[in-house]
Nanobody
Framework: QVQLLESGGGLVQTGGSLRLSCAAS????????MGWFRQAPGKEREFVAA????????TYADSMKGRFTISRDNAKNTVYLHLNSLKPEDTAVYYCAASRTYSYDFGTYDCWGQGTQVTVSS
């Protein structure tokens, strides 16, 4: 069941940027952690970044540090993922999710969006 709403994906050239947005819903009221994951065709879903609503603590996958930035706007109940210096290997469906546990493991996230496609052309 889709409970979050992502937007902002699209087609971009190598080196370009995108900003993904995730609008919160009822399921996030009891979940302090928001995460972004991605899944490329034929690959497993992988952790990208996470942030807490309460303190803004952030964590990134090592391969994305310095290029991607997660942020939140509590007043708008929205979490963002800023993607910079994009590479073709960043092509994937990007999902936001919510969890009660601060974790890299997608299995601990139980509130998900439908995903937004990011395609990076070479």
């Amino acid at each position: 069941q889709v409970q979050l709403l992502e937007s902002g994906g699209g087609l971009v050239q190598t080196g370009g940027s995108l900003r993904l947005s995730c609008a919160a819903s009822d399921c996030t009221f009891s979940r302090d952690v928001m995460g972004w994951f991605r899944q490329a065709p034929g690959k497993e879903r992988e952790f990208v970044a996470a942030i807490t609503w309460s303190g803004g603590t952030t964590t990134y996958a090592d391969s994305m540090k310095g290029r991607f930035t997660i942020s939140r706007d509590n007043a708008k109940n929205t979490v963002y993922l800023h993607l910079n210096s994009l590479k073709p290997e960043d092509t994937a469906v990007y999902y936001c999710a919510a969890s009660r546990t601060y974790s890299y493991d997608f299995g601990t996230y139980d509130c998900w969006g439908q995903g937004t496609q990011v395609t990076v052309s070479s």
